[in-house]
C-alpha cells in the first residue's frame, strides 16, 4: 500500500542518464518502487503524463537561513522546484552568538536580516541551535547548514585587523568543532568582506583542516571576482592543498567589462587543480547580474572597518576626500569595480530609512544626477546615511562568459538567494530575480530555448551531482530507497517570470513539489504543508 503514486511520468532520474516513462510508488517518505504499471493501491495518484519528473532541485548557495524564521513556506525557492537548501554562505550566519559582540555580529548580518526587532531574535547560542529552530518550526524545504567564519572570528574578535592570537585561534577552532559536532556541513568563507578579508591563508587553512576531519565542505565567496579573478582563484586553492578539504567557490564570475573572457583562465586554473586531485566544484546562477553591497566600490583599506567605524570615517572630510580620490583614481591597484563599468550598472535593491526608499529600483548615475553630486559623493552620502549597509545589485557579467561557466562538468546550479515571497518583509525590495527564477530559467532559457545543456545534465547539476558533493547519500536521484523529493515540470513551458524590474514573480511550469513523500506544490498551489527536515552531516 503506497501513501502517494505518481503515474505515466517521463522519468530523468538525476544520474545524467537519458529519461524513461515508469510510474513511482512513494512509502513513509520514501521511494518503494519505480516500474511501469504500478498498482495504484491509493487515493492519492498523481498523473505526470507529458511531465518531467525528477529529482528535488538542490540549491548548494543559499542564504535562506535569513528568512525561513519569519516565512518558513519558502515560496519563491520550492515554487521553482527548491527541495533541499544549503544555507550559511558567504561567511555570515546567525551564530555562533557572543552576547558581548552581539552588536558586531548585528552589523555583519546586517545586508540580510530584514526584522531586526523579530521576537526572540538572537535568543540562541549556536548556528546549528538557531538551524534546531527552523526545524522545530516546520519548513517546506530540507535544510543543511555551514557555519559562516566570519560570524565565528567576529564572535571571537570582533572586527579586529589583526592575526588572531593562539588562544582566539583555539576558541574559533572550539566553535567550529561545535557547529560541526552538531552536524554542520563544514565552513563558509566570505573574503570580499570584512572580517573574512582580515584572516590569512594560514589561518583559514587551519579551520579548513578541522572541516576535513569531517570530511565537510569549505564553501568560498573570493576575495575578488574582477580584476584579480585568477588571483583569488589561486588563494583559495593554496588553502584546499594546505588542507585537503573539500572546495565548493561560491558562483564563479568574471565582473566588470575589463575582466570578460576571463572564465576561461579560471577554469583551466581550477581543472589543473583537479588534475592533482583536489576536490573542487564551483556553483553558478544563470544571470549577467550580481548582488552585492554598494561598498564595493570602496576602496579595500576602508571596507576592512566595520559599518559603523566605516560611517565615521567617511564623515572626516580629510578621509572622505582620500577615498573619492581613490575612487576616481584610473590607475588603482586595490581592484576599483568601477574601471571598466559606469554606475548606471549598479541598482539599489533596498534602504532602511524611508526618506530613502525612493531610490529603491534606481541606478547610481540617475541617483547622483537627482542629489547633484558625483557618482562618489553620492554613493558616500548614502553610505553614511543608512549605516554603511545598502544592497545593491550590479549588471557586471557577459552571457557567452556565463554560458562557459555553465558548461563545465563541474558546475553546479544554485540561486545565491533568499527564499521570499510576493508579501511579508520582502514585498516591496527590489530583490535579485534569481531568488524566483534561477532554476526553471536554466531549464526554460538555457536547455529548451539555446540548446547550451542536455536537460539531463542540467538536471544532474541541480540533483545527484549537488548531492554527491555534500554526501547526501539517500537524496538527488530517483531510485528505490531514496528520500522521495521529487519535482514534476513542464518541460515545454517552464520560464522564469521574475524580472529586476518586476522580482516578484514565482516562475511558470512546475506543477507538483513533493518534498519527503509530501505534496507540498499541486499546481499553483502550495499546500500549506512543511515536511523539510534538517539534514546533518
Same mark, same amino acid.
Given at each position: 500500500?503506497?501513501?502517494?503514486?505518481?503515474?505515466?511520468?517521463?522519468?530523468?532520474?538525476?544520474?545524467?542518464?537519458?529519461?524513461?516513462?515508469?510510474?513511482?510508488?512513494?512509502?513513509?517518505?520514501?521511494?518503494?518502487?519505480?516500474?511501469?504499471?504500478?498498482?495504484?493501491?491509493?487515493?492519492?495518484?498523481?498523473?505526470?503524463?507529458? #511531465?518531467?519528473?525528477?529529482?528535488?532541485?538542490?540549491?548548494?548557495?543559499?542564504?535562506?537561513?535569513?528568512?525561513?524564521?519569519?516565512?518558513?513556506?519558502?515560496?519563491?525557492?520550492?515554487?521553482?522546484?527548491?527541495?533541499?537548501?544549503?544555507?550559511?554562505?558567504?561567511?555570515?550566519?546567525?551564530?555562533?552568538?557572543?552576547?558581548?559582540?552581539?552588536?558586531?555580529?548585528?552589523?555583519?548580518?546586517?545586508?540580510?536580516?530584514?526584522?531586526?526587532?523579530?521576537?526572540?531574535?538572537?535568543?540562541?547560542?549556536?548556528?546549528?541551535?538557531?538551524?534546531?529552530?527552523?526545524?522545530?518550526?516546520?519548513?517546506?524545504?530540507?535544510?543543511?547548514?555551514?557555519?559562516?567564519?566570519?560570524?565565528?572570528?567576529?564572535?571571537?574578535?570582533?572586527?579586529?585587523?589583526?592575526?588572531?592570537?593562539?588562544?582566539?585561534?583555539?576558541?574559533?577552532?572550539?566553535?567550529?568543532?561545535?557547529?560541526?559536532?552538531?552536524?554542520?556541513?563544514?565552513?563558509?568563507?566570505?573574503?570580499?568582506?570584512?572580517?573574512?578579508?582580515?584572516?590569512?591563508?594560514?589561518?583559514?587553512?587551519?579551520?579548513?583542516?578541522?572541516?576535513?576531519?569531517?570530511?565537510?565542505?569549505?564553501?568560498?565567496?573570493?576575495?575578488?571576482?574582477?580584476?584579480? $579573478?585568477?588571483?583569488?582563484?589561486?588563494?583559495?586553492?593554496?588553502?584546499?592543498?594546505?588542507?585537503?578539504?573539500?572546495?565548493?567557490?561560491?558562483?564563479?564570475?568574471?565582473?566588470?567589462?575589463?575582466?570578460?573572457?576571463?572564465?576561461?583562465?579560471?577554469?583551466?586554473?581550477?581543472?589543473?587543480?583537479?588534475?592533482?586531485? $583536489?576536490?573542487?566544484?564551483?556553483?553558478?546562477?544563470?544571470?549577467?547580474?550580481?548582488?552585492?553591497?554598494?561598498?564595493?566600490?570602496?576602496?579595500?583599506?576602508?571596507?576592512?572597518?566595520?559599518?559603523?567605524?566605516?560611517?565615521?570615517?567617511?564623515?572626516?572630510?580629510?578621509?572622505?576626500?582620500?577615498?573619492?580620490?581613490?575612487?576616481?583614481? !584610473?590607475?588603482?591597484?586595490?581592484?576599483?569595480?568601477?574601471?571598466?563599468?559606469?554606475?548606471?550598472?549598479?541598482?539599489?535593491?533596498?534602504?532602511?530609512?524611508?526618506?530613502?526608499?525612493?531610490?529603491?529600483?534606481?541606478?547610481?548615475?540617475?541617483?547622483?544626477?537627482?542629489?547633484?553630486?558625483?557618482?562618489?559623493?553620492?554613493?558616500?552620502?548614502?553610505?553614511?546615511?543608512?549605516?554603511?549597509?545598502?544592497?545593491?545589485?550590479?549588471?557586471?557579467?557577459?552571457?557567452?562568459?556565463?554560458?562557459?561557466?555553465?558548461?563545465?562538468?563541474?558546475?553546479?546550479?544554485?540561486?545565491?538567494? $533568499?527564499?521570499?515571497?510576493? #508579501?511579508?518583509? #520582502?514585498?516591496?525590495?527590489?530583490?535579485?530575480?534569481?531568488? #524566483?527564477?534561477?532554476?526553471?530559467?536554466?531549464?526554460?532559457?538555457?536547455?529548451?530555448?539555446?540548446?547550451?545543456?542536455?536537460?539531463?545534465?542540467?538536471?544532474?547539476?541541480?540533483?545527484?551531482?549537488?548531492?554527491?558533493?555534500?554526501?547526501?547519500?539517500?537524496?538527488?536521484?530517483?531510485?528505490?530507497?531514496?528520500?522521495?523529493?521529487?519535482?514534476?515540470?513542464?518541460?515545454?513551458?517552464?520560464?522564469?517570470?521574475?524580472?529586476?524590474? !518586476?522580482?516578484?514573480?514565482? !516562475?511558470?511550469?512546475?506543477?507538483?513539489?513533493?518534498?519527503?513523500?509530501?505534496?507540498?506544490?499541486?499546481?499553483?498551489?502550495?499546500?500549506?504543508?512543511?515536511?523539510?527536515?534538517?539534514?546533518?552531516?
Amino acid at each position: 500500500m503506497y501513501d502517494l503514486v505518481i503515474k505515466n511520468g517521463e522519468i530523468i532520474d538525476g544520474s545524467g542518464k537519458g529519461s524513461f516513462i515508469a510510474d513511482i510508488g512513494i512509502k513513509d517518505g520514501y521511494i518503494k518502487a519505480i516500474g511501469e504499471n504500478l498498482k495504484p493501491d491509493t487515493s492519492k495518484i498523481i498523473d505526470a503524463k507529458g #511531465y518531467i519528473v525528477s529529482p528535488g532541485f538542490i540549491d548548494i548557495d543559499s542564504h535562506s537561513d535569513f528568512s525561513l524564521y519569519r516565512n518558513p513556506k519558502a515560496e519563491s525557492k520550492i515554487r521553482q522546484g527548491i527541495t533541499t537548501e544549503l544555507v550559511g554562505q558567504g561567511g555570515r550566519t546567525l551564530g555562533p552568538v557572543n552576547k558581548d559582540r552581539l552588536k558586531d555580529l548585528k552589523q555583519y548580518t546586517s545586508s540580510y536580516v530584514q526584522n531586526k526587532n523579530e521576537p526572540n531574535y538572537w535568543k540562541w547560542d549556536s548556528n546549528m541551535e538557531f538551524i534546531d529552530i527552523l526545524g522545530k518550526k516546520g519548513i517546506s524545504v530540507n535544510i543543511a547548514a555551514l557555519v559562516g567564519y566570519g560570524s565565528i572570528r567576529v564572535a571571537v574578535m570582533g572586527f579586529d585587523k589583526r592575526i588572531p592570537t593562539k588562544q582566539e585561534m583555539d576558541k574559533m577552532l572550539l566553535l567550529l568543532e561545535e557547529e560541526m559536532n552538531n552536524g554542520a556541513y563544514g565552513l563558509s568563507l566570505g573574503l570580499d568582506n570584512s572580517p573574512d578579508s582580515l584572516a590569512t591563508v594560514e589561518e583559514l587553512a587551519e579551520m579548513a583542516k578541522l572541516v576535513k576531519r569531517y570530511d565537510g565542505i569549505l564553501s568560498v565567496h573570493m576575495r575578488e571576482e574582477g580584476n584579480y $579573478l585568477l588571483e583569488s582563484i589561486n588563494e583559495v586553492l593554496d588553502i584546499t592543498r594546505r588542507s585537503g578539504v573539500k572546495l565548493q567557490i561560491s558562483h564563479l564570475k568574471a565582473a566588470h567589462p575589463q575582466n570578460w573572457g576571463k572564465v576561461k583562465d579560471a577554469i583551466v586554473i581550477i581543472n589543473k587543480a583537479r588534475n592533482e586531485g $583536489l576536490d573542487i566544484h564551483y556553483d553558478v546562477y544563470p544571470y549577467t547580474a550580481y548582488e552585492s553591497v554598494l561598498a564595493d566600490v570602496l576602496p579595500t583599506w576602508i571596507r576592512e572597518l566595520s559599518p559603523e567605524n566605516m560611517v565615521n570615517y567617511l564623515k572626516n572630510d580629510v578621509i572622505q576626500k582620500k577615498v573619492i580620490d581613490e575612487m576616481m583614481d !584610473s590607475n588603482s591597484n586595490w581592484g576599483n569595480p568601477m574601471l571598466g563599468s559606469s554606475w548606471n550598472m549598479i541598482r539599489i535593491v533596498s534602504m532602511k530609512k524611508a526618506e530613502n526608499k525612493k531610490y529603491e529600483g534606481m541606478n547610481m548615475e540617475e541617483i547622483a544626477e537627482e542629489m547633484n553630486l558625483s557618482p562618489q559623493e553620492a554613493a558616500i552620502r548614502l553610505l553614511i546615511d543608512e549605516e554603511g549597509v545598502i544592497k545593491i545589485i550590479f549588471f557586471a557579467m557577459l552571457e557567452t562568459d556565463l554560458i562557459e561557466v555553465m558548461k563545465q562538468p563541474m558546475a553546479i546550479f544554485c540561486t545565491d538567494g $533568499l527564499a521570499v515571497a510576493p #508579501y511579508g518583509d #520582502y514585498k516591496d525590495i527590489k530583490v535579485h530575480p534569481r531568488y #524566483y527564477g534561477a532554476f526553471p530559467r536554466i531549464l526554460g532559457r538555457y536547455v529548451r530555448e539555446k540548446k547550451i545543456l542536455a536537460l539531463e545534465d542540467a538536471i544532474h547539476k541541480m540533483t545527484l551531482l549537488p548531492a554527491m558533493k555534500m554526501n547526501l547519500r539517500d537524496r538527488g536521484l530517483l531510485d528505490i530507497g531514496y528520500k522521495a523529493d521529487i519535482t514534476i515540470f513542464d518541460k515545454d513551458t517552464i520560464i522564469d517570470k521574475s524580472s529586476f524590474d !518586476s522580482p516578484h514573480q514565482y !516562475s511558470e511550469g512546475i506543477k507538483y513539489v513533493i518534498v519527503n513523500g509530501e505534496v507540498v506544490i499541486e499546481e499553483d498551489t502550495h499546500t500549506g504543508k512543511l515536511p523539510g527536515e534538517i539534514i546533518r552531516l
